[in-house]
């Protein structure tokens, strides 16, 4: 069983990501910060036992009370062992750290809502923003906020403190590559600084050595927040999760056009 469990979530994260998915990095518990972010979790049949299990494959946030903003390759390209995904704002998943997901885990069904241009973008722009459109609003949780447009071009951002949050593997040791990485199971933080802001990437550092956290496998579609506001989604990084990740801007024209055909932009 345990075979099955790193040969599935290796295979998915794998057929998921353009490059790769990005866990919480030298993070600390979320607790109750940030209530409105919450993991997807896949559902697969185990072909030894024919028992479903559930695993957790992205992260999100609710920005609305029924509506989820992500990233398009946490739907696009998804094997055909995956029955189906589901959101939960769960702050723990996986109590047992075996890397499958609890099947006591609040779910909350709905439906995946792909970047029509998603794919077709160059390297500069991939138009990997998703949203994921729950079948029934989430009540007692208030959304986070979207940015205003330009915002990360507007205000002199670069080198300012963003908090990532999400629910995949976790670093919390800068020895090693892979072996310092383990199972992600509970929804965490880490303070990061961006460095560069381009046309529709934002990237953010994640050096130890200067003080940041950072992101890694499991945590693409999670927010990066400054103050209340989602400024980008997580998309990708480098693979041992040690220097820096690379997200998707929500404030540039390409992912408003999208998002405001769904919900009222600032």
């Known amino acids: 069983m345990k075979r099955w469990i790193l040969v599935a979530v290796s295979a998915l994260v794998a057929t998921l990501l353009p490059q790769q998915a990005w866990g919480i990095v030298y993070g600390v518990p ?9 993991a997807f979790v896949a559902v697969a049949t185990n072909p030894d036992t024919n028992a479903k299990e559930l695993f957790q494959v992205c992260t999100g946030t609710l920005i609305e009370s029924d509506i989820v903003v992500s990233a398009s390759h946490c739907f696009s390209g998804i094997p055909d062992w995956v029955e189906q995904e589901f959101f939960t704002l769960d702050p723990v998943v996986d109590a047992d750290k ?12 709905g439906t995946p809502i792909v970047h ?9 722009n991939s138009y990997d923003v998703a949203l994921f459109k729950l079948d029934d609003p989430v009540i007692g949780v208030a ?33 090693k ?15 990061q600084q961006l460095v560069t802001v381009t046309k529709a990437w ?8 200067t003080g940041n956290g950072g ?9 990066h927040f400054i103050g209340d506001v989602v400024a980008s989604v997580d998309v990708t990084g480098d693979t041992p999760c040690k220097a820096t990740g690379k997200t998707y801007r929500l404030d ?14 600032p």
């Open 177 to 191: 590559s892979w072996q310092s990485i383990s199972t992600g199971w509970r929804r965490e933080k880490a303070d």
């Open 30 to 38: 979320d607790d109750s910060e940030h209530p409105n972010v919450g």
């Open 143 to 175: 959304p986070a906020a979207l940015p205003s447009a330009g915002m990360l071009d507007q205000h002199a951002l670069t080198g300012e403190t963003f908090t990532a949050v999400g629910y995949g593997a976790v670093r919390e040791t800068n020895r």
């Open 252 to 265: 540039t024209p390409f992912a408003r056009a999208f998002l405001g055909q769904y919900l009222s932009l």
């Open 202 to 209: 934002a990237t953010f550092s994640q050096n130890l050595a």
């Open 98 to 109: 075996d890397g499958l997901v609890d099947p006591g885990v609040t779910r909350l069904d």
């Open 215 to 223: 992101t890694c496998y499991g945590d693409s579609g999670g927010p």
């Open 116 to 124: 029509p241009l998603y794919g077709s973008g160059a390297a500069n």
